[in-house]
């Protein structure tokens, strides 16, 4: 055996064995629920089982480094994937650049508060997986693969994801994307139904996603008008105390955690909150007072494992909203650029993970 292959070896021992670690202690075991959703066209659990045996290996090595040095940055990849996901579907569409024809997704007020460096990890993991693979993965599966570790590597579930979407050629207008991201002054009502009609999600999926608020921060002025000019009658008086002590304004840019009793930990504890009255945004908060979602809130509080299957169960759901497959979309060679008409057309085209022709 050479040593490059004994060193690959070792190292992926010694993955195998951090992952177990970093789930022994908060990680709740629900993997298989995820199969239990129906799959699109397109889409199957082992599309790069030959053109890319190593995908999902490749990741979570990179993001263990990453989130070693900067756990934060989990909740930017995990909010990556639903803004892209709601607006014209998981097609990596939220990646692009602008361009002549108008601004981005990105440009639009939902996204500005999108992490940077979450825009830059992905496509970090493209150039790497593509080194390795070739131009067969897209940057819509990345990010869907990166938003599942970065819940795992925070605490939270392991599961599979459906794979073998194809990138979008087009980012949506600035219309669209206001249209399918509710701004956190939205109440509970309104998102339900909103996510009911756009995207044919029920109220426990709508709730199992916004538990993706146990980890990450929020800006002043995106809950601010809950402390000014009148405190929102529903919010716990010592947390509104301490958040005008972050903001003391309205508009004063500071951030606070969205989950105050464990901010970097992907857990129940948002639900919590919610109970406590110490939800952040009216979208949160409100959960707990609408009478569709306020039982389903306190069935996640209780119960951890429950949470955890319904999230991952959303998630397969959310994944597969409007997705590209087959001879659709592309493979980019840069995330956050589409490819020169030329190179799409002679780019590899993959099916079933793999490579039918290869100019």
Request: aromatic share 8%; charged share 20%.
């Amino acid at each position: 055996m050479g040593s490059s292959t004994s060193s690959n070896l070792v190292l992926m021992m010694i993955m195998i064995l951090l992952s177990c670690v970093l789930s022994s202690s908060n990680n709740v075991e629900v993997e298989g629920v995820e199969k239990s959703v129906p799959l699109k066209d397109g889409l199957s659990w082992q599309f790069y089982a030959k053109s890319c045996p190593n995908l999902e290996f490749i990741i979570r090595e990179q993001l263990i480094k990453i989130f070693k040095d900067d756990i934060a940055q989990a909740a930017g990849l995990l909010r990556l994937h639903f803004h892209d996901c709601f607006v014209q579907g998981c097609d990596g569409s939220v990646l692009l650049d602008g361009s002549t024809s108008g601004p981005s997704e990105k440009n639009a007020p939902p996204n500005l508060t999108l992490r940077a460096k979450a825009f830059k990890i992905i496509n970090d993991l493209r150039a790497i997986i593509h080194q390795k693979c070739g131009r067969v993965v897209s940057c819509s599966d990345i990010t869907a693969l990166a938003a599942r570790d970065a819940v795992f590597l925070s605490g939270g579930p392991i599961y599979a994801v459906p794979l073998g979407r194809r990138d979008g050629l087009e980012f949506a207008t600035l219309e669209v994307t206001l249209a399918n991201l509710p701004p956190p002054t939205s109440s509970a009502s309104a998102i339900v139904d909103q996510l009911a009609t756009n995207q044919k999600l029920d109220p426990t999926d709508v709730v199992a996603l916004s538990g993706g608020h146990t980890i990450g921060i929020a800006h002043c002025p995106s809950f601010g008008d809950r402390l000014y000019p009148n405190q929102d009658s529903t919010m716990d008086q010592n947390f509104a105390k301490k958040l005008k002590g972050v903001c003391p304004k309205k508009d004063t840019d500071a951030f606070t955690f969205q989950d105050i009793l464990t901010p970097n930990i992907f857990d129940n504890k948002y639900y919590i909150d919610l109970m406590n009255r110490q939800g952040l945004f009216t979208s949160d908060q409100d959960l707990f007072t609408f009478s569709k979602t306020k039982e389903i809130v306190k069935s996640f509080a209780i119960n951890q494992w429950l949470f955890f299957e319904k999230f991952v169960i959303a998630m397969t759901k959310m994944g597969q909203l409007n997705v590209l497959t087959g001879n659709q979309g592309e493979i980019r060679a840069n995330c956050s650029v589409r490819n020169p008409q030329k190179t799409a057309f002679l780019a590899s085209v993959v099916e079933n993970g793999e490579i039918m022709t290869n100019f």
